[in-house]
């Protein structure tokens, strides 16, 4: 197949692209615009094989969108650009309305101009894949608001929408239109909704990764409120294994849920990169010392938590990594990686903190 992806040079469409390249025989069209999150040295070493295409457009400019259909004849699309940093919704949501409502609107209809066209039996194997956040669902009761287990529950692909920030809103509004397309015009679509992600090449903004670098610079490790808020964590190359299960051998119209089955405090998986440091480059004071505690995030989430059985008992698919096994990898591999982490914040981002400036 020729598989079109968006935000390709992303944390997670640029794991999709390694995997493709070193997994399959498919060929690949990277679409993606290099905003501040987008770094073409995450994908080098894909970059040199024949199978694979960049192309620097934007989700939202119609005319760059059609001729690259036309140009390459893509037999499946995986939509995975994306406005993605809580933190950076609050301080300036209007990104976040422009790409990932506007831009999936402008996809979606530049899709189905393209499908339209395409002969019987190209169209009838045609897929579009919309991969989302459980963000989407809200946040679920939280251990210390209970009184009994069974009322932890779990997001499920019926869980009703409740989302909380204006990134988690922009994402469900994207959600929405994908469903739509598929109701009113018959566009084959499949939608999923994945919890956090990490792993290698992911921008620093988000948790692990400000934590690891943070810490080796002897900078605070910041931690939000008292660092109860609870997350489900996937390691990436389980992720991008998933979305592969799913966009080809997913059922149009459906929806799945992926999680790593890792419901972690924010505070515990800071707790335990320190450990991991303090063994792999250890110093005269335990990593942990550099913990402080920061103003909440406005509306924080206090919980979120995938059921992924769906995506075991039709798609055969398991996380591969525990959470300990990921998260070792991952301190590794920034470690061993100091220049791209470099590379990709220079001028742009230096860690410091976003979101509460605007209240």
């Known amino acids: 197949m020729v598989l079109l992806i968006t935000g390709g040079a992303g944390f997670i469409g640029s794991a999709v692209i390694r995997y493709l390249i070193d997994k399959t025989q498919h060929s690949v069209i990277n679409v993606d615009k290099l905003t501040y999150a987008g770094n073409l040295e995450?994908?080098?070493?894909?970059?040199?094989?024949?199978?694979?295409?960049?192309?620097?457009?934007?989700i939202c400019d119609r005319i760059e969108l059609d001729r690259i259909f036309t140009l390459h004849q893509p037999d499946a699309v995986m939509h995975l650009a994306a406005e993605s940093h809580v933190d950076r919704s609050i301080t300036g949501p209007a990104d976040f309305i422009q790409t990932n409502i506007v831009g999936t609107y402008t996809l979606l209809e530049a899709t189905r101009a393209y499908w339209?066209?395409?002969?019987?039996?190209?169209?009838?194997?045609?897929?579009f894949h919309h991969i989302s956040t459980d963000e989407v669902y809200g946040d679920l009761p939280h251990p210390d608001e209970v009184q009994d287990a069974d009322e932890l529950t779990l997001f499920t692909e019926t869980t009703p929408y409740a989302p909380s920030s204006p990134y988690s809103a922009s994402k469900a509004s994207s959600d929405h239109l994908v469903?739509?397309?598929?109701?009113?015009y018959g566009?084959?679509?499949?939608v999923t909704n994945c919890s956090n992600n990490y792993g290698p090449y992911h921008f620093p903004e988000k948790l692990i990764p400000l934590v690891i670098?943070?810490?080796?610079?002897?900078?605070p490790l910041p931690i939000y409120g008292k660092g109860d808020q609870i997350r489900d964590w996937l390691y990436v190359e389980d992720h991008a294994r998933a979305l592969y299960k799913v966009v080809t051998e997913g059922k149009i119209g459906e929806t799945y849920n992926i999680g790593g089955h890792n419901e972690k405090q924010n505070i515990e998986v800071v707790q335990t990169i320190c450990s991991i440091l303090d063994s792999l480059v250890p110093k005269a004071t335990p990593y942990a010392e550099q913990i402080t505690y920061v103003t909440d995030r406005p509306g924080h989430d206090r919980r979120y938590a995938i059921d992924a059985s769906k995506m075991s008992a039709e798609l055969n698919w398991?996380?591969?990594?525990?959470?300990?096994?990921?998260?070792?990898?991952?301190?590794e591999w920034y470690l061993a990686n100091q220049e791209w982490c470099h590379n990709v914040q220079d001028g742009t981002y230096q860690r410091e903190r976003l979101g509460i400036q605007s209240l």
């Not at 339209?116 to 897929?127: D, M, P, W, Y």
């Open 116 to 127: 339209n066209g395409l002969e019987q039996v190209r169209k009838a194997a045609f897929r």
């Open 213 to 219: 670098l943070n810490a080796l610079e002897g900078k």
């Open 179 to 184: 469903r739509a397309w598929l109701r009113t």
């Open 187 to 190: 566009l084959p679509t499949i």
């Open 318 to 331: 398991q996380p591969q990594e525990t959470f300990e096994t990921g998260l070792r990898k991952t301190v």
């Open 42 to 58: 995450s994908l080098a070493s894909a970059a040199s094989s024949e199978r694979y295409i960049f192309e620097r457009a934007d």
